[in-house]
C-alpha cells in the first residue's frame, strides 16, 4: 500500500532540523556555537516556505490518522513563528546564562516538533504522542539552567504534575476506545451520530478525564497551581514559548477533539467549562493583582488568558471557533514581546524582574518603554491593539452563542486586569531608579524579536480582516 507523505513535510523539516542541531553541537568548539541558532532559524524558515506551499492542502496519511487540512497548516505556521521568534530572543539570554546551546534549540525544535502532530493527529493515540513528545521537551528546558535552583525545582515540579496530568488523559483515552472500539476521532465523530445508540457511564468518564488532561495543559483553574512557579523557577524564553506555544497546542487539540469531533455531545461538556472559563479568568486576574514581580505576573496573566479562550470553547460551532485561533494569534506577539522586555532588563546573574526593576525604563530605554506599554495595553484589552479585537470577537462568539452572562463576566475581568497592567506602565513613566536594561548593540536579536512582537500587536489590532479569515477558513476545514 502506497503511503502518502506530503502531510509530513513541515513536521519532519523540524524534526530533520532539530537532528541537525543536535549533530552540529557535537562537533562545533564552544565560540562557534553561535551558529546553531542560525541553522534553526534557517530550518524554522524553510518550514515556514513548506506550509506556504502546501495551503490549501486537504490531504491524509496513516489512513486518516494524520490530517494535512487548513487547520493543521495554521497552527504549524502558529508554532514555527512561536519557535523562531523563541530562538531569536534566545541568543544573547544563553550566553549570559551558561546554558548549552545545542541541546537548548534542539529541545526547542523537537517542542515545536510535538505541537504540529498535536494540531495534525486524527487518532487520540497519535494526539498523546505529540503531546508527550512536546511536553518531554519542555520539561527538560525548564531545567535546562542547572546552575540555578529554581530551574531545578520549577522542571521538578512541572514533570510531576505533567506525568500526573498524563495519567489522567491516556486513562480518559483508554475509556473512550473501550467504549467505541477506536481511537481514529472520524470514526469515533461517525459512531456518535448514529440514533439509539446509548453509550455506557464510562465514555463520559472518559471524555471528562481527557477535559481534566487537556485543562492541565492551559492551566484552567483548579489546575493552575503549578504555573507560577514554573514560569519563575524556568529560563525567561521558555517561559514566553510555554505561556503561548503550550497552550496554543492544547487548545489546538481541545478545537479538533471538542469543537469539530465531539460536537454533539456539546450539552454534555459545556456547563463545566462555562464554570472553568469564569474561574479561570477570575482567579488568574485576582492573584496577578498581588503579585511584587513582573514575570509571576505575566504568569498568572497566562492563566486568565486561558479562561477568556475557553469562552471561545463554551461558544463552540464557527464563531466560537474562529474567536479562539484569532485569539490565540493576538495573544502570541504580545505575550512573547512582553517576555522579551524581560529579557532585556537581566543581567549577568541577575534576574531584574520586581515591579520597581521598571522604575524611569520609558526614559532610559524609549523604544523598550513604549513597546511594553503597547503589551501591557494590549493584554488589558484598550483599542486599537490586537488584545481588544481578540477579545471583542471572543466575547461577540458567546454573545452570539446565548451565553451573554458569560461574555459581560470576560468583560469584567477584562476590566479587573487594567490593574496590575497599568501598573508596569506607571512604574515605567513616573517612578525613577530602576534597572538599566540592555542597549541594542548590546542584544540586538533580541531586540528584533520584541519589534515583532510590536509589528505584529499593532497590525493585528488595526487590520484584523485577514487573520480573521484565515482563522475561519481554517477552522472550517475540520472534518
Same mark, same amino acid.
Given at each position: 500500500?502506497?503511503?502518502?507523505? @506530503?502531510?509530513?513535510?513541515?513536521?519532519?523539516?523540524?524534526?530533520?532540523?532539530?537532528?541537525?542541531?543536535?549533530?552540529?553541537?557535537?562537533?562545533?568548539?564552544?565560540?562557534?556555537?553561535?551558529?546553531?541558532?542560525?541553522?534553526?532559524?534557517?530550518?524554522?524558515?524553510?518550514?515556514?516556505?513548506?506550509?506556504?506551499?502546501?495551503?490549501?492542502?486537504? $490531504?491524509?496519511?496513516?489512513?486518516?490518522?494524520?490530517?494535512?487540512?487548513?487547520?493543521?497548516?495554521?497552527?504549524?505556521? &502558529? =508554532?514555527?513563528?512561536?519557535?523562531?521568534?523563541?530562538?531569536?530572543?534566545?541568543?544573547?539570554?544563553?550566553? $549570559?546564562?551558561?546554558?548549552?546551546?545545542?541541546?537548548?534549540?534542539?529541545?526547542?525544535?523537537?517542542?515545536?516538533?510535538?505541537?504540529?502532530?498535536?494540531?495534525?493527529?486524527?487518532?487520540?493515540?497519535?494526539? =498523546?504522542?505529540?503531546?508527550?513528545?512536546?511536553?518531554?521537551?519542555?520539561?527538560?528546558?525548564?531545567?535546562?539552567?542547572?546552575?540555578?535552583? $529554581?530551574?531545578?525545582?520549577? %522542571?521538578?515540579?512541572?514533570?510531576?504534575?505533567?506525568?500526573?496530568?498524563?495519567?489522567?488523559?491516556?486513562?480518559?483515552?483508554?475509556?473512550?476506545?473501550?467504549?467505541?472500539?477506536?481511537?481514529?476521532?472520524?470514526?469515533?465523530?461517525?459512531?456518535?451520530?448514529?440514533?439509539?445508540?446509548?453509550?455506557?457511564?464510562?465514555?463520559?468518564?472518559?471524555?471528562?478525564?481527557?477535559?481534566?488532561?487537556?485543562?492541565?495543559?492551559?492551566?484552567?483553574?483548579?489546575?493552575?497551581?503549578?504555573?507560577?512557579?514554573?514560569?519563575?523557577?524556568?529560563?525567561?524564553?521558555?517561559?514566553?514559548? /510555554?505561556?503561548?506555544?503550550?497552550?496554543?497546542?492544547?487548545?489546538?487539540?481541545?478545537?479538533?477533539?471538542?469543537?469539530?469531533?465531539?460536537?454533539?455531545?456539546?450539552?454534555?461538556?459545556?456547563?463545566?467549562?462555562?464554570?472553568?472559563?469564569?474561574?479561570?479568568?477570575?482567579?488568574?486576574?485576582?492573584?496577578?493583582?498581588?503579585?511584587?514581580?513582573?514575570?509571576? /505576573?505575566?504568569?498568572?496573566?497566562?492563566?486568565?488568558?486561558?479562561?477568556?479562550?475557553?469562552?471561545?470553547?463554551?461558544?463552540?460551532?464557527?464563531?466560537?471557533?474562529?474567536?479562539?485561533?484569532?485569539?490565540?494569534? @493576538?495573544?502570541?506577539?504580545?505575550?512573547?514581546?512582553?517576555?522579551?522586555?524581560?529579557?532585556?532588563?537581566?543581567?549577568?546573574?541577575?534576574?531584574? $524582574?520586581?515591579?520597581?526593576?521598571?522604575?524611569?525604563?520609558?526614559?532610559?530605554?524609549? &523604544?523598550?518603554?513604549?513597546?511594553?506599554?503597547?503589551?501591557?495595553?494590549?493584554?488589558?484589552?484598550?483599542?486599537?491593539?490586537?488584545?481588544?479585537?481578540?477579545?471583542?470577537?471572543?466575547?461577540?462568539?458567546?454573545?452570539?452563542?446565548?451565553?451573554?452572562?458569560?461574555?459581560?463576566?470576560?468583560?469584567?475581568?477584562?476590566?479587573?486586569?487594567?490593574?496590575?497592567?497599568?501598573?508596569?506602565?506607571?512604574?515605567?513613566?513616573?517612578?525613577?531608579?530602576?534597572?538599566?536594561?540592555?542597549? &541594542?548593540?548590546?542584544?540586538?536579536?533580541?531586540?528584533?524579536?520584541?519589534?515583532?512582537?510590536?509589528?505584529?500587536?499593532?497590525?493585528?489590532?488595526?487590520?484584523? %480582516?485577514?487573520?480573521?479569515?484565515?482563522?475561519?477558513? %481554517?477552522?472550517?476545514?475540520?472534518?
Amino acid at each position: 500500500m502506497e503511503i502518502n507523505l @506530503t502531510p509530513l513535510l513541515p513536521a519532519a523539516e523540524v524534526l530533520l532540523t532539530a537532528l541537525t542541531v543536535l549533530l552540529l553541537d557535537l562537533f562545533l568548539r564552544e565560540e562557534e556555537k553561535g551558529l546553531l541558532a542560525w541553522i534553526s532559524v534557517l530550518g524554522l524558515a524553510i518550514a515556514a516556505g513548506i506550509i506556504v506551499i502546501l495551503w490549501g492542502s486537504q $490531504e491524509s496519511a496513516f489512513q486518516d490518522s494524520y490530517l494535512l487540512d487548513g487547520f493543521s497548516l495554521f497552527f504549524s505556521q &502558529f =508554532f514555527v513563528g512561536v519557535a523562531l521568534i523563541t530562538v531569536l530572543s534566545s541568543t544573547h539570554y544563553l550566553k $549570559e546564562t551558561g546554558i548549552r546551546q545545542g541541546e537548548y534549540y534542539a529541545l526547542i525544535l523537537f517542542s515545536t516538533f510535538g505541537m504540529i502532530l498535536m494540531a495534525s493527529a486524527n487518532d487520540l493515540i497519535l494526539f =498523546f504522542l505529540g503531546l508527550e513528545t512536546m511536553s518531554i521537551a519542555v520539561y527538560v528546558l525548564t531545567g535546562m539552567w542547572r546552575e540555578r535552583s $529554581e530551574a531545578s525545582e520549577a %522542571a521538578l515540579k512541572y514533570f510531576i504534575i505533567g506525568a500526573f496530568a498524563t495519567g489522567f488523559l491516556l486513562y480518559g483515552i483508554a475509556l473512550i476506545f473501550g467504549a467505541t472500539g477506536s481511537t481514529n476521532l472520524s470514526r469515533i465523530a461517525a459512531s456518535l451520530t448514529q440514533p439509539g445508540n446509548p453509550w455506557p457511564h464510562f465514555f463520559y468518564a472518559g471524555i471528562f478525564l481527557l477535559l481534566i488532561g487537556l485543562a492541565f495543559k492551559v492551566a484552567a483553574v483548579p489546575f493552575h497551581f503549578w504555573v507560577p512557579d514554573v514560569y519563575d523557577g524556568a529560563p525567561t524564553p521558555v517561559s514566553g514559548f /510555554m505561556a503561548v506555544g503550550v497552550k496554543a497546542a492544547a487548545f489546538a487539540g481541545w478545537a479538533r477533539i471538542f469543537l469539530s469531533q465531539f460536537a454533539p455531545l456539546q450539552s454534555e461538556w459545556t456547563y463545566p467549562l462555562w464554570v472553568l472559563a469564569i474561574l479561570t479568568m477570575t482567579v488568574g486576574n485576582l492573584l496577578a493583582i498581588t503579585q511584587s514581580s513582573v514575570k509571576r /505576573m505575566l504568569a498568572y496573566s497566562s492563566i486568565a488568558h486561558a479562561g477568556y479562550l475557553l469562552i471561545a470553547v463554551v461558544a463552540g460551532k464557527e464563531d466560537g471557533g474562529q474567536a479562539l485561533l484569532y485569539y490565540l494569534l @493576538t495573544y502570541a506577539p504580545m505575550t512573547l514581546g512582553a517576555f522579551g522586555v524581560v529579557m532585556v532588563l537581566k543581567k549577568g546573574e541577575k534576574n531584574y $524582574e520586581a515591579y520597581s526593576d521598571y522604575a524611569g525604563l520609558g526614559f532610559k530605554r524609549p &523604544f523598550l518603554g513604549i513597546a511594553m506599554s503597547l503589551f501591557m495595553l494590549s493584554l488589558a484589552g484598550f483599542p486599537p491593539l490586537a488584545g481588544f479585537t481578540g477579545k471583542f470577537y471572543l466575547f461577540r462568539s458567546a454573545v452570539v452563542a446565548g451565553y451573554t452572562s458569560l461574555a459581560v463576566i470576560g468583560a469584567l475581568n477584562s476590566l479587573l486586569s487594567v490593574i496590575y497592567y497599568l501598573r508596569v506602565i506607571v512604574m515605567m513613566y513616573m517612578e525613577e531608579g530602576g534597572a538599566e536594561g540592555k542597549s &541594542f548593540a548590546t542584544a540586538p536579536l533580541l531586540y528584533a524579536a520584541i519589534a515583532i512582537g510590536v509589528i505584529g500587536t499593532i497590525y493585528l489590532g488595526l487590520l484584523p %480582516a485577514g487573520a480573521l479569515e484565515a482563522s475561519r477558513l %481554517a477552522f472550517l476545514s475540520l472534518r
